[in-house]
């Protein structure tokens, strides 16, 4: 695709539910970003993906959080037993190349409300 | 702790102010530093600096990083409505982006 995709753009949960939450990435692209932004806030990094393989995950708040990338391509943020401390928008964010110092391309984000 | 930290938080001018945005950063492992424009969901990259006191610049927005100082500044002249979004400022710690709390700018016609 042209650019970063992640479905669904609103997520509306009951406290308690488990979500999922999907990018697609930019054809190609080797490193995978998840950040969390809160209301108000600069995003936060929550994980990170090169090619299939996790590479740093020490931004996940909560064993709650699980995040994969079987494939290379797709990945998927899941959330368990979701809070309301949750609410915020997930971007996701590709870049061609490993390492650091590259502008990454982000989605649009999903929005997940916990009620 | 690594910290970014932006200011002002928020910002209104009037069509045709010139504004300068603030970053500082204490980080321990410093690559770069880059700035985002947030309409919106999705930042969207401007400049990435990396060498101290080199302008980088686009049309009426220019970025300057002053390692000296861990900090940069962000400048847009003759501003326009359109100009108007979240401007984030983020240092790349080991591949991994550390982003401030954002500066939000309203320009007014």
């Known amino acids: 695709g042209a650019g970063v995709s992640q479905s669904p753009r609103y997520k509306v949960a009951k406290r308690g539910q488990d979500v999922a939450l999907r990018c697609d990435p930019i054809?190609?692209?080797?490193?995978l970003f998840w950040y969390q932004q809160a209301l108000g806030q600069g995003p936060e990094f929550l994980t990170y993906f090169q090619n299939e393989a996790q590479l740093d995950k020490s931004g996940l708040p909560s064993d709650r959080f699980f995040a994969e990338r079987p494939e290379g391509s797709v990945s998927t943020l899941k959330i368990q037993r979701t809070q309301q401390e949750d609410s915020a928008v997930y971007l996701c964010?590709?870049?061609?190349?490993?390492?650091?110092?590259?502008?990454?391309?982000f989605g649009s984000g999903t929005q997940l409300s916990v009620l | 702790e690594d910290k970014v930290v932006q200011s002002p938080l928020s910002l209104v001018v009037h069509e045709g102010d010139t504004v300068t945005l603030n970053c500082s950063y204490e980080v321990t492992n410093f690559r770069s530093l880059l700035w985002y424009k947030q309409e919106k969901k999705a930042p969207t990259f401007l400049f990435m600096l990396?060498?101290?006191?080199i302008e980088k610049k686009s049309g009426r927005l220019s970025s300057i990083l002053d390692k000296k100082e861990l900090s940069s500044i962000l400048n847009i002249t003759a501003t326009q409505t359109g100009d108007s979004a979240i401007y984030l400022c983020a240092v790349d710690s080991g591949g991994k982006l550390i982003f401030g709390q954002g500066t939000e700018l309203s320009v007014k016609p």
């Open positions: 990396t060498s101290s006191g």
């Open positions: 054809s190609g692209h080797v490193s």
């Open positions: 964010a590709s870049s061609l190349v490993t390492g650091g110092g590259e502008k990454l391309f």
